[in-house]
C-alpha cells in the first residue's frame, strides 16, 4: 500500500505570510496527486490536480508542485478565509485513493 | 448546478447495517466520464476513501471494507447508494458521497453524520 505523510501536522502563520506544506509518499507516484480544502465543518473541496494543475474557480494564490514521492502546496498570500484542514489524495494505485493525514492552517 | 445530497439513517446500532443514499441533481449519474464515490470522516479524524460505482454498477471497494460494503446505483432516480453492514463503534463517522472525475472527487456533499451506538 502508499503510504501518504503531510508536514508540519498544523501551523499558524500571520495574514500575507507565504504558507507551504509538503506531501511524501512511500514510493513514486509520478503526479498523481490532488490537494483538498476543508473548512470546518463542511466537506472537502478540490483544489489542486495533478499536483499542479489549478481547479476552475480556485484562487491563482494557491499553487502545487513536485513529482515523484515529494510535493508541496502553497498558499503565496495567506488570507484569513484560508483557515481550513489540507489534505493531499494519491492516486497511483487506481481503483485505489489514498488520503494524506491533514495539515491544519490557521490564522496568527 | 451539480448538487449531491446524502440521505439516511444517523444513528444505527452495533452490529446492524448502515444505509446511506446520495441524491444528484444538476446532471446526470449516466454520464460515462464520471463515477460516484463515498468517502467517510470519523470525528476530529482524516479522510478514508470507501468505494465508488459506475453507472453500469461496476464496483471498487477499499480493500479494508471490501468484505462489508455494497454500493449500488439507481439511474431512474439519478441516485446511488451505500451499506456498509456489522457496524461497530469505529464506523462512527461523517459520511460523503462525492463525484469522481478520473484521480479526483471534483463534487462532494454535504456530508452526514452517522453515529453507531445501542
Known amino acids: 500500500d502508499i503510504q501518504m505523510t503531510q508536514s508540519p501536522s498544523s501551523l499558524s502563520a500571520s495574514v500575507g505570510d507565504r504558507v507551504t506544506i509538503t506531501c511524501q509518499a512511500s514510493q513514486d507516484i509520478s503526479n498523481y496527486l490532488n490537494w483538498y480544502q476543508q473548512k470546518p465543518g463542511k466537506a472537502p473541496k478540490l483544489l489542486i490536480y495533478d499536483a499542479s494543475n489549478l481547479e476552475s474557480g480556485v484562487p491563482s494564490r494557491f499553487s502545487g508542485g513536485g513529482s515523484g514521492t515529494d510535493f508541496t502546496f502553497t498558499i503565496s498570500s495567506l488570507q484569513p478565509e484560508d483557515t481550513a484542514t489540507y489534505y493531499c489524495?494519491?492516486?497511483?494505485?487506481?481503483?485505489?485513493?489514498?488520503f494524506g493525514p491533514g495539515t491544519k492552517v490557521d490564522i496568527k | 448546478q451539480l448538487q449531491l445530497q446524502e440521505s439516511g439513517s444517523g444513528l444505527v446500532k452495533p452490529s446492524q447495517t448502515l444505509s446511506l443514499t446520495c441524491a444528484v441533481s444538476g446532471g446526470s449519474i449516466s454520464s460515462g466520464a464520471y463515477s460516484w464515490s463515498w468517502i467517510r470522516q470519523p470525528p476530529g479524524k482524516g479522510l478514508e476513501w470507501i468505494g465508488y460505482?459506475?453507472?453500469?454498477?461496476?464496483?471498487y471497494y477499499n480493500p479494508s471494507l471490501k468484505s462489508r460494503v455494497t454500493i449500488s446505483v439507481d439511474r431512474s432516480k439519478n441516485q446511488f447508494s451505500l451499506k456498509l453492514n456489522s457496524v461497530t463503534a469505529a464506523d462512527t463517522a461523517v459520511y460523503y458521497c462525492?463525484?469522481?472525475?478520473?484521480?479526483?472527487?471534483?463534487?462532494w456533499g454535504q456530508g452526514t453524520l452517522v453515529t453507531v451506538s445501542s
Open positions: 460505482i459506475y453507472h453500469s454498477g461496476t464496483t
Open positions: 489524495q494519491q492516486y497511483d494505485n487506481l481503483p485505489l485513493f489514498t
Open positions: 462525492a463525484r469522481r472525475l478520473i484521480s479526483r472527487f471534483d463534487h
